[in-house]
């Protein structure tokens, strides 16, 4: 911005002035007074125009520091307003970043309790798995024992409405027939095994005793 100076003094050259020697006495008093008026006239002229230039220095220099001001405050004020936008700015990456590790916590926990019931359904399968193997030999070794005592007889057509008692009769008579006596009490089940043709149903005959079913 521009700064007006004040300029330089000048010096001025006051006028002179002839003035014609009289004779006379009261002639040269009265010409010495209107030089000094004169002369007084002249310095208060010479002395506005200095004040006039320094006023308007003064003025001058008001006015770059009213500017100066202005523009300090103008900046500072823009300053103020991106800071705002800043520490906003700053303000949401933090409520976001808080919410983020929200929502990560939430998932870690969520995948803590889903590992911990992974790990409890696969005991509790490895359980149901040697409880089901225990159950399966325990039959494996009853259907052994039950073959021991057990005997399948073929070729017998089945009977309509046909029953245990009429099956009992039907094995009697067939150790009669074999010379094998059997009683009744020397039977603990008898049966028919359901097969996919229904005229070809073997009779499985459960013996008392592995004895008696190796005297058959």
Known sequence: MPVDRTPPKQQITLPTRTVQRQRSDSEPNLNLNDMQCELENLNVTVRAKRKRSEDSGDVNLSVFMSEMTKMFHDFKNEQEL???????SVTDIKKQNSDICASVEYVSKSYDALLEQINHL??????????????????????RNARFSCVEIRNIPPNKKESK???????????RTLNIPIES?????????????????P????FTSVIKKERF
Not at 82 to 88: D, E, G, P, R, T
Not at 168 to 175: N, P
Not at 203 to 206: E, P, S, T
């Open 185 to 201: 009490y020397e039977v603990r089940d008898i049966f028919r095994i359901q097969t996919k043709e229904p005229d070809q149903k």
């Open 122 to 143: 696969k005991s509790e399968r490895q359980e149901n798995l040697n409880y089901i193997r225990t159950l399966e030999n325990r039959l494996e070794k009853a259907e």
């Open 165 to 175: 008692e009429q099956l009992l009769h039907t094995i009697i008579a067939t150790g």
């Open 203 to 206: 009779i499985i005959v459960d």
């Open 82 to 88: 991106k800071v705002s936008a800043i520490l906003a």
